[in-house]
């Protein structure tokens, strides 16, 4: 997968894309991470990429052209996402990294928290991403979060096999179980009795059964998306669950 990143601070990245899972997919060439410094498209004498609003008020505003130029400059694939990073934006779920994960190529634009010029986002921006209900004062760190969350879906990144995305909290729709390792007791706490078996089905069943919990009585709203069995709603509904 390519992803081009459009921002005023370079200087941000690879940041923390630099380390671990998505560092390891760089080298495995699985994610090729390609930052732009927007001030490199502007071409006023002090190369300003942002300017006064229209109509008065605080705060400064994107400038279209440098964005423009910059995403018309890049190698990408006509009808690739643009993705626009605003707090204004839709909202950044596990839904929408599986959605671009199947990308070839995403192009983010890292907006500044005062404002992009409006036609950036009617003609340039493809879609507007947001990653939470609050203000961050650019896009960049939203980019990071979005990448990461990307990049360990690409097929391989996570190794063996990738079956660790199977329980990931929000693939499945529902809240992860409980997880132990070693010692079986520690300071007196001990692991669950049926994790010690080997019973691998009586394990795969307690595992729902806490997974199913544990999202009913911390996400609740989760429950509405999630793929329920028969038997899943028969627990849950022991459980109090009235849908
Ligand atoms: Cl994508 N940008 C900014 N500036 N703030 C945010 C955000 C994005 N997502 C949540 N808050």
Redesign the pocket.
Known sequence: MQVHVLTIFPEMFPGPLGAGIVERAQKAGLLDLNVHNIRDYAHDRHRTTDDTAYGGGPGMVMRPEPLFEAVESLDRPAGSPVVL???Q?KL?TQREAERLSKEQTVTFI????EGVDERVRQHLATEE???????????EI??MVIVEAVARLLPGALGHGDEALLDDTHTSRLVQYPQYTRPSDFQGAQVPDVLLTGDHAAIAKWRRRQSLQRTLERRPDLLKDAELSPEDRKVLQELGWTD
Do not use: E, K
């Open positions: 990073l605003t707090p934006g950044f890292c907006g500044r928290y991403l947001s990653i939470g209900d609050y203000v961050l004062t650019g896009g939203a980019t």
